[in-house]
Nanobody, 125 residues
Framework: QVQPVESGGCSVQAFLSLLLSCVIS???????MGWFRQAPGKEREGVAI???????TYADSVEGRFTISQDSAKNNLYLQMNSLKPEDTAMYYC????????????????????WGQGTQVTVSS
């Protein structure tokens, strides 16, 4: 199965934490991977990305609150989300790219061609 599989989404109250996980079977073939989210009525946006060297990039809205990490032995990608806010409510997607792209565009959804089905995160105030 090539499609990533996300898990860990649920409903939580603001200020709490949540850990999202993703299994990416093509992990070894991807130069970079990331987490994205899409709220109702809004475009999909990049949240955090990581490349094979461990270089990470975060959206301004989550910098300092979210942490992306990877476990190459388990083909897993994680997103630790702390101090959650109601505006973090969205469907969260794990994505990988089977091609190279410049680092400055890797937070853009168009830079990815392999997507999971998503996991819903709802944050209440």
């Amino acid at each position: 199965q090539v499609q990533p599989v996300e898990s860990g989404g649920c409903s939580v109250q603001a200020f709490l934490s949540l850990l999202l996980s993703c299994v990416i079977s093509i992990y070894r073939y991807s130069d970079y991977m990331g987490w994205f989210r899409q709220a109702p009525g809004k475009e999909r946006e990049g949240v955090a990305i990581v490349d094979r060297d461990g270089l990470t990039t975060y959206a301004d809205s989550v910098e300092g609150r979210f942490t992306i990490s990877q476990d190459s032995a388990k083909n897993n990608l994680y997103l630790q989300m702390n101090s959650l806010k109601p505006e973090d409510t969205a469907m969260y997607y794990c994505a990988a790219a089977s091609h190279w792209a410049p680092h400055n565009v890797r937070l853009r959804p168009v830079s990815y061609n392999i997507w999971g089905q998503g996991t819903q995160v709802t944050v209440s105030s």
